[in-house]
């Protein structure tokens, strides 16, 4: 095994256009967030270069069959794993995060591409009778997918910046589609790294070409460009927001924000819950749309929980990324942690207890347990992507746990620790989420499973390899006389 303290070499990286390697005179410092070492750069695109890369994947017409897509898909899969630590070490010098939680993203990509390698294999068409009423006919419809017309424009976070890549490239180049993607400035190396690993593993470079930068040098080229004809968008409700606003006519796929709650009723096993909402708040620094980002407590058992909770993040070790014993890492800059860092102290000049934590240190925030928090606050109205751990108390009555669950702008996932049936039906049924796990964090899910969430969590469009699969095709009908 690599040594986890041996970081990358510096990377002066170019775009990828069309598999040609493009610099540009302006470029954007990667910076690691830990020790605010540069550890590449990357060239700052302009609105042409975004223009050229639309332009050289509309003009190439992907013709690879079933078998050689499930061919390059599974071969991206295999070299992922063998560069599994090759890939961590990246995440963790531009990303902060530590060791074990970047080993453990890079195996999450070998299911995203070796599940979409699977389903690629497997025909999604389907067939209807027509003799079915007394208008009906001796005829059948049949359904096939097809590729979109134009390219799909992808633009990916930093939160993971392999796995979420992952997750718009596999479907994409299992369905045949042609791709432009912009990873966030804050995390373009693994992407890039990621690119070059489908180019040796098969991809016409034509399907692919990767653009770095940010807004301020290339505008809105990836959301209003006219050969794009889906733009999937992961990210913050406010650039959501834009995207759809200024892309017109054109399909959009967000994955925005979450706040999700991690509910604990009276009868819930409070040694287990303890561990899922400490588990769920902190692990990727906090920095999951899916993570824990409030526990919603009944008074009841409150206090009793409040402890096990402490006990169990006194146990987490905080600091150098690269350290293999290291738990949690840094959030992505120091602006963020300085965010946290004052909507902890405003809830608690709001009557909240801090019963865990350490000072801030740069970009390094500890795992911070605060206790009576105000459901309506900042520090969980609005979406806190780092590791604090917030406990709020609510009356021991399940409409209003389900009222303040409700009470944000966020529905993307949510944790339910309890074991009665009844509860659990008005949980799936009441809570305005996408997902409802019991006894599991709100981010629990497979790479295949459908994910995303309802209001200023996203348009309800599903993510996962088979609904994005679904997503990024056009369904044509064909029928034909069939006597039976």
């Known amino acids: 095994m690599m ?19 493009v610099q540009t005179d302006d470029i954007v410092e990667v910076k690691n967030p830990y020790d605010n070492s540069v550890v590449g750069t990357v060239p700052a695109a302009r609105a042409e270069h975004v223009r050229e890369a639309f332009a050289k994947a509309k ?46 993203e890079a195996s999450r990509a070998y299911d995203v591409w070796s599940f979409a390698a699977q389903l690629t294999i497997k025909d999604d068409g389907e067939i209807y009778s027509c003799d079915i009423s007394p208008n009906g006919k001796a005829r059948k419809i049949f359904t096939t997918r097809l590729p979109l017309l134009g390219v799909i424009s992808a633009i990916t976070p930093f939160n993971h910046p392999l796995n979420m890549v992952s997750h718009k490239l596999a ?155 290291t738990d949690v890492g840094t959030v992505i800059n120091e602006r963020s942690a300085i965010q946290f860092e004052g909507r902890v102290n405003d809830a608690v000049a709001k009557g909240a207890e801090v019963l865990h934590g350490a000072p801030r ?34 009356p021991n009555d399940i409409a209003e746990v389900i009222r303040i669950s409700n009470s944000t702008e966020y529905g993307l996932s949510s944790g339910v620790c309890t074991n009665r049936l009844d509860y659990v039906s008005r949980f799936v049924a009441e809570l305005e989420v996408g997902t409802v796990n019991v006894w599991e964090v709100p981010g629990y899910r497979i790479e295949m499973s459908p994910f995303g969430g309802i209001k200023d969590s996203g348009l309800g469009y599903k993510e996962g390899v088979v609904e994005a699969m679904k997503s990024f095709t056009n369904v044509r009908t064909w029928s034909m006389p069939w006597t039976a």
């Open 361 to 394: 240190r740069g970009a390094l925030f500890a795992p911070t347990v605060v206790d009576h928090v105000p459901y309506d606050c900042e520090l969980v109205h609005e979406e806190t992507f780092g590791p604090v751990i917030p406990i709020v108390r609510c």
């Open 3 to 21: 040594n986890a303290n041996v970081k990358p070499p510096f990377r002066k990286e170019s775009m990828r256009i069309a598999g040609r390697l």
């Open 171 to 325: 479907p994409a180049i299992a369905t045949n589609n042609r791709l432009v993607l912009k990873p966030t400035e804050l995390t373009p190396l693994t992407a890039l790294a990621l690119a070059d690993v489908l180019y040796e593993a098969g991809l016409p470079p034509e399907m692919l070409s990767v653009v770095t930068g940010n807004p301020s040098t290339m505008g809105d080229a990836m959301i209003t460009d006219p050969d794009a004809d889906l733009v999937t968008f992961t990210g913050s409700v406010r650039v959501g927001k834009h995207i759809a606003k200024t892309a017109g006519y054109k399909r959009i796929v967000l994955e925005l924000g979450g706040n999700d709650p991690l509910i604990v009723m009276e009868d819930a096993d409070l040694d287990k819950a303890a561990e899922l909402a400490v588990t769920g708040a902190t692990k990727n620094s906090g920095q999951r749309c899916t993570a824990v980002k409030r526990i919603l407590v009944v008074e009841s058992v409150a206090d009793e929980f409040s402890k096990l909770v402490v006990e169990k993040a006194k146990k987490l070790k905080c600091g150098d990324p690269m350290d293999p014993a």
């Open 59 to 104: 003009a190439f017409k992907p013709t690879l069959t079933r078998y050689e897509r499930q061919q390059i898909l599974q071969k991206t899969a295999e070299l992922l794993r063998d560069r599994k630590e090759e890939f961590a070490r990246l995440i963790t010098a531009e990303a902060g995060l530590c060791w074990k939680d970047s080993l453990y």
